[in-house]
């Protein structure tokens, strides 16, 4: 049957991955194990934080917050993905929103998270005899807290554009993965002109500080560890923020390809939309696993007393 010519009055058809019909079930089996892994990746991570007390400070509780973020992350996108290719395309027209919205709320805080954790890694470096006063638990809710709330407002300038100013004159044909802005822009009717202007400037707003922090927060980290005489101290100090700056790197890197250049919208932003919900919430546990000493530690804990439960 002709997807284009499948849609309804409220509903959407995401096409998903439909320009390979022959690969729909090795996709599936593909995008299944992923999430599977991923899932169960992020869980583990946030298990051991809270069962060890030892990974009980601000650094964790943050990555234990960016842990599910990663979660749901996958799990907004992927089974939706699953079912698009077993050919079962069409959304409603409030479920499509309303993963655009999810969608948004989770980007904007887990580039807030990581700007957030940019600056625990420089009070560690540059501050640490203030670590526990500067990052007290209070500290550390209230930016939580002020993390969430952000992330749920800035996305209700976009979401409100997108429903008031235009309508959707055009066939709802989204060729994408998920209900994403780009793609629900070229289904209104109308010059978007003015909008697009507006919507710059919402993401300007998120983007555009968060990288300015953590720009300057490594600028600041960066100093304080070429002041340090040893090569021993200065790869300790490095160490202890290299697997927060990986992830910063690969997300900004994501970002810049995939929303400066869409010239070639369809397939870069589905390849771009994938990286940013699959990869990232893959890498995140296991850069933060594999390349930290103290999660390692908790992992090694945990694993043995399960088996001596076990034995027992």
């Known amino acids: 049957m002709n997807l284009l010519n499948r849609s309804h009055e409220d ?28 899932s169960l990746e992020n869980i583990i991570l946030i298990v051991i934080i809270f069962a060890d007390s030892h990974l009980h400070r601000p650094m964790y509780f943050f990555l234990c917050n960016l842990s599910s973020v990663d979660f749901f992350f996958v799990s907004l996108i992927i089974p939706k ?15 499509c929103l309303t993963q655009f919205y999810v969608y ?25 005899l203030h670590y526990n006063f500067v990052l007290s638990r209070k500290i550390i809710a209230l930016l939580v807290a002020v993390t969430w709330i952000l ?9 409100s554009m997108i429903v008031l100013w235009f309508p959707f004159c055009k066939d709802h044909i989204i060729d994408h993965v998920l209900c994403d802005l780009e793609p629900l822009l070229t289904l209104l009717c109308g010059d978007l002109t003015q909008m697009r202007f507006y919507i710059r400037i919402v993401g300007s ?12 927060s490594y600028i600041f980290i960066i100093f304080v560890i070429l002041k340090i005489k040893s090569s021993e101290g200065r790869f300790k100090a490095f160490s202890t923020c290299s697997s927060h700056l990986s992830v910063i790197t690969i997300l900004y890197m994501i970002l810049v390809c995939g929303y400066l250049f869409p010239k070639n919208y369809s397939n870069n932003t589905k390849i771009t939309s994938l990286l940013n919900t699959v990869l ?4 995140n546990p296991l850069l933060y696993s594999l390349r930290n000493a103290e999660v390692k530690a908790a992992l090694q804990r945990c694993f043995t007393k399960i088996c001596l439960q076990i034995t027992v």
């Open 151 to 159: 992330s749920l407002l800035f996305p209700v300038p976009n979401l």
């Open 11 to 38: 509903d959407f058809i995401i096409l998903g991955f439909y320009e390979y019909p022959h690969l729909q079930i090795l996709l599936f089996f593909v995008f299944m194990t992923l999430y599977i892994l991923c």
């Open 81 to 95: 993905l699953l079912l698009t290719l077993l050919d079962v395309r069409s959304t409603p027209y409030l479920q």
């Open 280 to 283: 990232i919430p893959i890498l």
């Open 205 to 216: 707003l998120v983007v555009g500080p968060a990288f300015l922090l953590t720009v300057t």
């Open 104 to 128: 948004s709320v989770l980007q904007c805080d887990e580039l807030i998270t990581l700007t957030v954790m940019s600056y625990d890694r420089y009070v560690a470096i540059c501050n640490p």
